[in-house]
């Protein structure tokens, strides 16, 4: 599966200006950072993107773990201040783009061909995170300005 993220999701991403290594992606705005992650099922057989954004200059910043802007993942960020990108809609890991349902040896390309297909929705969500979350908390939980 992640061979084939890699092929021909990765280079979508890049397309929309995300920089990064599998499984971290991130893009600079002139106001803010967006991030993409993709997370797999524990249990195997599938994954969604986990969609987050802060302000450029938002830095974690804990009692005892400190994590600069330039390391910061969607992971890092408070869930107030993620998306998750899956099909269809919901929070279950049935939910999820899964690739373990079946037996068909394209079972890779299908999922690939679905996050592809959901893909549409990453500038519609991150546009959404502008003009809504960091107009309403611009520096979220646990996040501080450098």
Not at 78 to 84: C, G, I, K, N, Q
Not at 95 to 122: G, H, I, N, Q
Request: aromatic residues 10%; positive net charge; hydrophobic residues 40%.
């Amino acid at each position: 599966m992640i061979k084939a993220l890699k092929a021909i999701v990765v280079p979508r991403l890049r397309e929309l200006g995300f920089t990064g290594r599998f499984p971290h992606f991130r893009r600079e705005t002139p106001a803010t950072t967006d991030l993409v992650m993709f997370q797999f099922d524990r249990h195997g057989g599938g994954l969604v993107l986990e969609l987050g954004q802060c302000a450029r200059d938002f830095a974690l910043d804990l009692p005892d773990f400190r994590v600069p802007h330039q390391d910061l993942t969607a992971a890092h960020l408070p869930l107030s201040s993620r998306a998750r990108l899956q099909r269809p809609p919901g929070s279950s890991t049935d939910e999820w783009f899964r690739y373990d349902r079946t037996t068909s040896k394209r079972r890779f390309d299908e999922t690939v061909r679905e996050l592809l297909e959901a893909l549409v929705d990453v500038e519609r969500l991150f546009a959404n995170f502008r003009s809504d979350y960091l107009d309403a908390h611009p520096a979220g939980a646990n996040l501080r300005r450098s």
